[in-house]
């Protein structure tokens, strides 16, 4: 498939800029891909579409203040984004300045910490190695990273943040997640919604668009994710009892199909094995793991764990966009986007939700 068919011309007034208060009264556009059938709802809504049992996994990472800003030893400024902790002292990072080699030296602002670039990757990545652990400072000496079309700083830095966020170690949030109050997860909880989590620390690859005209041709760069054991059994119980299992976010999916690739004990790159299961097997158990992912999913991608999707509006020619014409169909998902187009909802991070239904 090309690059093209993931393309869309969205209007600027449409992105939105400020989150939506309370966090459930966004628009929720419904999709029934069997049907070929859109409705137009709220978030509140969501629990009309899931029944007692039914299982509903999160992403509960935690976007941590990963944007840091200081000065080379020649003087000239510098703006670090960390993506991945590698060590106790060394992160990859996105690094903005001139004349980024390997042995620069650099100090951080409202810090004694300094650094020094130790490898040169693709594009702006780096890897850095600090003179000490800058986790215990980052609350201190860092701000939280908002994607680069939010123009207007957060009142709140929370409201960029899940309100079920525990693990740190994300560079964006899992925004599909942000439209979920504590009031509207005690309701799906008291319907008898089973609520699990699993781990994806972001990185990378929210900010990198696919480049290449040949989408199979992507490089998706590894995250590092998490099913625990416990939530492998209650998955995997409440599918064997025939209940649907709603993935919030596509970093949920990405772990979730993960965890089917390896139950399935498909090894090597999750893109090259995600071709290899019969296209029309009704579930794969998932396998509890911890360690990196590197799952593109796109058109032709066989699902094997998750039923439901409930996700937000994706940037054109996004992987994330090829995601969710994995699962709807690219036809379904241009008639979809188009229709939000002419409704007028909020695209992208702090914009309105899409709930994809079989």
Known sequence: MKLTDFDYHLPPELIAQRPIEPRHASRLMVIERAAERISHRHFADLPDYLKSGDIMVANDSRVIPARLFGRKETGGKLELLLLKRLGQRTWEALVGGKRLRPGMKFSLDRSPIT???????????????????????????GQTPLPPYIHQPLAEAERYQTVYSKSEGSAAAPTAGLHFSPDLLLTLRDQGV????????????????????????????SEWAELSPETARQINQAKLAGEQLL???????????????????????????????????????????????DLF??????????????TNFHLPKSSLLMLVAAFTGLALMHRAYAEAIAEAYRFYSFGDA???LP
């Not at 993960?258 to 290899?276: E, I, K, V, W």
């Not at 999913?297 to 409930?310: N, Q, S």
């Open 194 to 221: 089973v609520l699990e989590y699993v781990t994806l620390h972001v990185g990378l690859d929210t900010f990198k668009p696919v480049a290449v005209d040949d989408i199979a041709r992507h490089e998706i760069h």
């Open 247 to 293: 993935a919030v976010g596509t970093t949920s999916v990405r772990t979730l199909e993960t965890a089917a690739l390896r139950s399935a004990g498909l090894s090597g790159s999750l893109q090259t094995a995600s071709t290899l299961n019969p296209d029309r097997c009704p579930w794969q158990p998932v396998a509890a793991f911890a360690g990196p992912t």
């Open 354 to 356: 899409m709930l994809i």
């Open 115 to 141: 650094g020094r670039i130790i490898e040169a990757l693709s594009g702006a990545r780096r890897v850095i190695e600090f003179d000490q652990p800058i986790s215990p400072q980052l609350a201190e000496i």
């Open 297 to 310: 999913i796109y058109p032709g991608f066989t699902f094997r764990a998750v039923d439901l999707l409930l």
